[in-house]
């Protein structure tokens, strides 16, 4: 079928307007966040029902075109783009929100994490998955990433937080109130997510912020590491001193403290007596600023959360998102920073993360080959008896580090998932493991 009978085939099934193939319109469907990885499809097609994309499924095996499931395209690992053409289909508009029954929601998978936790906040409940991309990320691409985000110390990542989802496969098959697996964290691999039911926890009554500051990473780190295990913490970050002031620089902020090597942020249940415990058990800490009204309480997450965003302002960077025992991190994020500059002292290299998880963030923007940047990181990932593969998932970008963390049975087990649920190889190509059939 030449192309645009297909446009005008796939018109009939989701309404003419909802098969963008305009250049301009497709532009922001086809870059993903960091600017870095960019492809070309042959339009972005927007179903608006389940209905819809079962036909938008056959549509494309009759015909083999790929499909790119595309939710808010925060994803940061080059998943969520067409880098081998084919269509986006996005799910925007599947992005109801069900009236809350028994403490579970039933959403839309293009309802984002914002409009969803509003949702809850109004009768007193939170989806407990938290991250902050939270006003564009879909609650079906983080399920599909099985994101785990600000939380994940005390509430665990999508897997936990979901009871069931309605699915097509790329078999064209559909399914209702399904099971988690195989789709949590398949990136898409295997089909489309459609709407999940999720489990819902009650809104703490009182929750208080702090930012901690330290002479090194090691000293923060330190003191995380007795902090993780206090079970009132619901979110402990790591910062560094090149990143705050980033943040201070782009966003015109003043630092809520004096200027440091290193920063946690932490949020605990209850009022500000909550950190008096905490502080007892170092003398590591060199100041502190603490927060407990919901708008004090956004100002100092700002210093983390902004962290990001901020970066890119500097450039495309090159983001790894890596996990790394927790007693292993400051050893790894000090030896990796100095392996970095070694290779160019102008690179500017900016860590931050989850550190109660060991889930780190590495950015580093300015010139050196992509190639011995990646090594060097990844060397000492291993080194320190890590995983190249954390939270943000495996995309494009980090195909080669998956085969080889996961080992050939790992491999084997996804292709005959791979041919069970996409047969025809029409689902997401390229991403995960790169299956080929
Ligand atoms: C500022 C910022 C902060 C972030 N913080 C975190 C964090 O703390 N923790 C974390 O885990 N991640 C984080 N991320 C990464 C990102 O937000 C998550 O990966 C998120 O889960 C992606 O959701 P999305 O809707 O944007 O998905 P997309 O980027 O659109 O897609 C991601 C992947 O899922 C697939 N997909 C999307 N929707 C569906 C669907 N309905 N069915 C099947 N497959 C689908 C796509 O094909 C792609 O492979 C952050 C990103 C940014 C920009």
């Given amino acids: 079928m030449a192309r645009s009978n297909f446009l005008a085939h796939l018109a009939t099934i989701v309404d003419v307007d909802n098969v963008l193939s305009d250049p301009q319109v497709r532009a922001g469907f086809e870059t993903d966040w960091t600017g870095r990885f960019q492809g070309q499809a042959m339009a972005v097609v927007r179903p608006r029902t389940h209905d819809e994309v079962i036909a938008v499924v056959q549509l494309c095996i009759a015909e083999n075109i790929a499909i790119v499931p595309q939710g808010g395209n925060t994803g940061l690992v080059g998943g ?33 994490l914002g409009d969803l936790q509003r949702h809850c906040a109004a009768v007193g409940l939170r989806f407990s998955v938290d991250l902050a991309a939270r006003d564009s990320a879909t609650l079906g691409g983080m399920f599909a990433t099985n994101a785990s985000g600000l939380n994940h110390l005390r509430f665990g990542a999508m897997r936990e937080n979901t009871n069931s989802v309605d699915a097509v496969y790329g078999t064209g098959e559909s399914v209702k109130n399904a099971t988690v697996d195989p789709l949590c964290g398949s990136e898409g691999i295997f089909g489309i997510v459609t709407s999940l039911e999720l489990q819902l926890h009650n809104l703490p009554v009182e929750t208080s912020v702090m930012i901690a500051s330290f002479a090194s990473v090691e000293n923060a780190v330190t003191a995380s590491l007795s902090w993780r295990n206090n079970p009132r913490v619901e979110a402990l970050e790591l910062f560094t001193n090149d990143g705050m002031s980033l943040v201070c620089e782009s966003y015109a902020l003043s630092p809520p403290l004096p200027s440091a090597e290193a920063y946690l942020l932490v949020e605990i249940l209850g009022d500000e007596s909550e950190f008096a415990q905490l502080l007892a058990a170092t003398n590591r800490v060199l100041d502190t600023v603490i927060a407990n009204s919901v708008a ?22 090159l983001k790894f998102d890596v996990r790394i025992p927790p007693q292993n991190c400051a050893a790894f994020l000090q030896a990796t920073t100095r392996a970095l500059t070694d290779i160019n002292p102008t690179l500017r290299v900016i860590n931050f993360g989850h550190i109660g998880d060991g889930h780190l963030h590495v950015n580093i923007v300015g010139s050196a080959t992509t190639d011995l940047i990646e090594s060097c990181v990844y060397d000492n990932v291993t080194a320190h008896g890590g995983s190249a593969v954390s939270e943000h998932g495996v995309g494009t970008l980090k195909v080669d580090r998956f085969v080889e963390e996961s080992g050939a049975t790992k491999i084997e087990a996804l292709k005959a998932m791979k041919s069970r649920f996409d047969p025809f190889g029409i689902m997401n190509p390229g991403v995960l493991a790169n299956v080929r059939l």
């Fill in 296 to 317: 004090d309480k956004v100002k100092l997450w700002r210093y983390r959360e902004d962290h990001s965003a901020a970066i890119n302002t500097l450039g495309p960077p």
């Fill in 80 to 112: 969520s783009v067409p880098l081998r053409g084919g269509i986006v289909l996005t799910t925007a508009l599947l992005d109801s929100i069900e009236p809350i029954h028994n403490n579970t929601v039933r959403v839309g998978a293009g309802a984002t």
